[in-house]
């Protein structure tokens, strides 16, 4: 009994399998800026849609990684505990990124399927930013807005074998 036991630890301890999956995109950003102007406060908004490919990756610590690229625009990102935690992605060139560094941000990621792998997934990440100064201290940006949505439904997966162990799982499984 302790053999198999320890056998177990060994096999644990080993680099598993990765696998890397390719996913069909659709995806929308929108963006807000509002601004004093000459004493105006001026709102500015856009739209972007795009459509492509991204790739979705296993990383350190059950971490997501993705990226996505296509004519529309490029991004990544990282999946922790169920949520988007850390995105870039195409702004609308009519509202821009102010210098303000955003707060709140965060997202949120919808799958069906195993969460490692998922046959089909949704991203939602948002970046705000509210001025509660007098305008001029935030360089005149009273607030903005950015959000990210997207689906994502899977193209492909490709595995790849790492390490003893997964040539050890390999062997053993039927």
């Not at 991004?75 to 870039?88: F, K, W």
């Amino acid at each position: 009994m302790n053999r198999w036991l320890a056998l177990a630890f060994v096999l644990a301890a080993l680099p598993s399998t990765a696998a890397t999956a390719t996913y069909n995109f659709v995806w929308r950003s929108t963006a807000t800026v509002s601004r004093v102007e000459h004493g105006d406060t001026v709102t500015r908004r856009g739209e972007m849609n795009g459509t492509g490919t991204l790739v979705l990756s296993q990383g350190d610590g059950g971490l997501l990684i993705f990226e996505f690229d296509g004519p529309g625009g490029s991004g990544r990102g990282t999946v922790g505990l169920g949520a988007v935690e850390a995105m870039t992605f195409p702004t609308p060139p009519e509202a821009g990124i102010p210098p303000s560094p955003p707060h709140p941000a965060g997202g949120r990621f919808a799958f069906e399927g195993d969460p490692a792998s998922p046959t089909r997934f949704a991203l939602t990440y948002v970046e705000a930013f509210i001025c509660r100064a007098e305008s001029q201290a935030c360089e005149n940006v009273m607030m903005w807005e950015r959000t990210f949505q997207g689906t994502a439904t899977l193209a492909r997966v490709k595995t790849r074998h790492e390490g003893i162990g997964a040539r050890l799982v390999a062997a053993d499984a039927p």
